[in-house]
């Protein structure tokens, strides 16, 4: 089945460093996004990018399709951005199972 | 919009006994998916339906585990004969055909 590997495992950085955040996938991906999980909280939708570069805010996502892999940049990061960093893609063969990486754990020290 | 809703929030059960979750989507999405969250498994893909129709339920443990959508604004999680291991954080989601996936806030089980 489809795989989704992310990178790194854990990241701290001091208030207002810029974090990097790959994510690397099996198959070719129709569907890549961004996903960030404060501890005890849901899920929210970060970005939604299957392929380019888009931006929102202080995050930059660049997928580039052929070569299966998406990163995220945090710039100027904020302790508010402490949490977890998940990559999701779904295949595009046919299947709409979204599969998700372990994530990118990021603490932001002051 | 009220956004994907899920109960119960928090769930304590016997071991042995049956586990029903509840999840209401997102109005006009047509998408939902059921996944299971823990520390050690991370986030697992258990079943999905498109337009109320069963898609994909590969990641479902086969013997306990059933998933129904019987109607466009809701969908259950059962579980029978719940067992420790399957404490988790059962999250359910919904999304438009090939588009952004929400979630819910998640429902907690704890069998003890």
């Known amino acids: 089945g489809q795989q989704v590997q992310q990178s790194p495992a854990s990241l701290v950085l001091q208030e207002g460093e810029n974090a990097e955040l790959q994510c690397n996938f099996s198959s070719t991906a129709t569907q890549l996004q961004w996903f960030y999980q404060r501890p005890g909280g849901s899920l929210v939708s970060l970005l939604y990018n299957p392929s380019g570069t888009k931006h929102t805010g202080r995050l930059t996502s660049t997928t580039v399709t052929k070569e299966r892999r998406s990163s995220l940049h945090i710039s100027s990061s904020q302790i508010t951005d402490s949490g977890t960093y998940f990559c999701a893609m779904e295949p595009d063969y046919g299947n709409e199972k979204i599969t998700f990486g372990a994530g990118t754990k990021l603490t932001i020290k002051p | 919009n009220a956004g994907v809703i899920q109960t119960p929030r928090h769930k304590v059960t016997g071991k042995g006994q049956e586990a029903t979750l509840w999840c209401e989507p997102i109005s006009g999405h047509s998408a939902v998916f059921w996944y299971r969250q823990t520390i050690v498994q991370g986030l697992e893909f258990l079943t999905y339906f498109r337009n109320q129709a069963p898609i994909d339920d590969s990641g479902m443990p086969k013997e306990r585990f059933s998933a129904q959508m019987p109607n466009q604004s809701h969908s259950t999680l059962k579980i029978q004969s719940t067992q420790p291991q399957d404490s988790a954080v059962y999250l359910c989601?919904?999304?438009?055909?090939?588009?952004?996936?929400?979630f819910g806030e998640g429902s907690r089980l704890i069998v003890v």
């Open positions: 989601a919904s999304s438009l055909a090939g588009n952004t996936l929400y």
